[in-house]
């Protein structure tokens, strides 16, 4: 009797997982499941939908005939209760669902605030396409809108309202945005190229109400006794993993479903993968979140392997992500940070905690006008680095920071004042091919 | 821009389109689909980036719109030796 499979989540651990399965097993059925009317989309490209870089149809990277290629059964459905022992996985409809191997890929979603007024239709997120198709349709009719938030979604929400609303106002709880990640001088970069963009910016401000009119959003008060006039108010404190399921079918469950190498959970014919996985980390010593579209790439590729009989074990990457802030591209890798963002619970989309498990390294660091290099130095090795503007450097940093290639010949001279950095580091990447 | 200037222009293309190739590193790419939507021809660049395999079709004209585009640093042009055996 060949192997049943049930996936649930249609994001890209998903898919990526149904294809390794598919490779390796080429009669065992196929059960995807998932809750997203719109199937599977690229969630990072959401940025440039919102901004009218891309068209609403280019969001989907595969044609139906890809799915049928890979002979997929897909459910559109919530996945309700699972019982391990009996191996079966009940949808909202009661139907049971029999599987051999599991895979939960359920994603995470957006932290939603507990303050007067965010019930209101006007006061959005921004998990999947029906949110974006929401913010548009709303931000074409405001004037004004107010974001919270931090990391790179509330980043992507205010480029996106800028294009369509007269005033978007952005409010930071501190000093600075994206504080545990960037640097003073990265954020103060981003938050001059937002402000010259006409984005009001409102520092140590932090939201008490939404204030509501005849139903509709029509302000924000913040705990400083501020009044906003707004439109709509967009919120990205953050992140959780969708574990509920998880965690009520008794599976070890920590932030995350907690998963070993193989990506297996605590029960043996269950895996785990993407944004709700909380996965071992060597580096860190610790089981870390990453909410990185290639990280879940790569458990849904391992998850896959193993749910049909491999043995694969998930070797975590150093995490990368490159990405705009505020129109300037940048490149995060490695460990960078540390301690909290007083603007986010947890983690955010696009993000990896390795980024802020930042111990013991020197910075060194070079600025031009637009672009701006800092490498976090440790004894033989980059541990980290944030590299804005120009990126020549990186896929050069990519390689000394993820292969953690000995940087001993130029460390003191990394390190000495006003050093050329970029040239320094490309000659020394060319010459350790 | 001289005639001179333009002729060497249009050599330097025509040489890229016999011996290079846009080559992308899936590890970068998220699908987010703009080297497709911007691809004069409708290459489905997005599909070489998640194979991982370079834009080896004979009707891309090596503009290098997509690398341009790609806001992650996914596309790069690659020399290609094609009478390499």
Redesign the interface.
Known sequence: MPTRYCIVGQG?AGIAAAQAIRAADAAGPITLISDDPHGYY????L??YLTG???RG????WREQEFQQLGLHRVLGRAISLNPAEHRLWLANNVPLVYDRLLLATGASAVRPTLPGSDLPQVIKLDNLADADQMLALARRAQSAVVVGGGITALEIVEGLRQHCRRVHYLLRGQRYWSNVLDEAEARLVMQRLAAEGVRIHTHSELAAIEAKRGRVAAVLTTAGQRIACDLVAIAIGVAPRAELAQAAGLAVARGILVDETLRTSDPDIFAAGDVAQVFDPRAGKALLDTL??SARSHGHTAGQNMAGGALRYVK?MP?N???LAGI?T?IIGAVGAGRDADLIGIARGDSELWRELGQALVAEEEHEVNRLRLLVGLTTLVGAVLMGD?RL??PLQRLIGEQIDITPIRSQLLTPDAPLASLLTRFAEGVR | MTLRDLLQRDRDRRTALVTGQVTP?A????????C??YCPINIDV??HA?LGQPVQESHCLTCGECIARC???VLRFERIELFVP
């Open positions: 890209v690229s969630r990072p490209g940025a440039y870089e891309i068209q280019h969001l989907f990277p579209w290639n990457p990368l490159v990405t705009r591209t490149t990126q990186s896929r | 590193e590890g970068r790419c998220v699908q987010c689909g703009i497709t939507y997005r599909r998640w806001p992650r640093g």
